[in-house]
C-alpha cells in the first residue's frame, strides 16, 4: 500500500484552505429511486414465453416477475416486474 495514503487515514491532516469553498462549490448530486413496473399482458403462454426471452436476453430474472395476474378479460393475465432506478434531481 502506498505509504502516502496509509498516513493519510492514520494521521489528521491539517484542512486545506480551499476544502470548504470545494465542497460549497460542488455539492453531490441528490438522488432519488424511482419505483418502475413493467407489464406484460397476453395469454398465459404468451406472457410466460415473453418473460423466458426477457430472462435468455438477460434483462430479468424469471422469478422476479409477479405470478400471473387474471386482468379481467377472458383468456387474459399480466404479470409484473418492479423495479428501482436511482435518478438525479434537477
Given at each position: 500500500m502506498n505509504r502516502t495514503l496509509r498516513r493519510s487515514f492514520?494521521?489528521?491532516q491539517p484542512p486545506h484552505e480551499?476544502?470548504?469553498?470545494?465542497v460549497v462549490a460542488s455539492p453531490p448530486?441528490?438522488?432519488?429511486?424511482?419505483?418502475?413496473r413493467i407489464i406484460i399482458v397476453g395469454t398465459s403462454t404468451g406472457v410466460?414465453?415473453?418473460i423466458h426471452t426477457l430472462h435468455r436476453r438477460?434483462?430479468?430474472e424469471a422469478g422476479d416477475?409477479?405470478?400471473l395476474l387474471p386482468t379481467g378479460t377472458a383468456?387474459?393475465?399480466?404479470?409484473?416486474?418492479?423495479r428501482h432506478?436511482?435518478?438525479?434531481?434537477p
Open positions: 492514520v494521521e489528521p480551499n476544502a470548504l469553498q470545494t448530486p441528490l438522488t432519488q429511486q424511482e419505483r418502475l410466460t414465453e415473453t438477460g434483462f430479468a416477475w409477479s405470478p383468456d387474459e393475465v399480466m404479470s409484473i416486474l418492479t432506478q436511482r435518478r438525479s434531481l
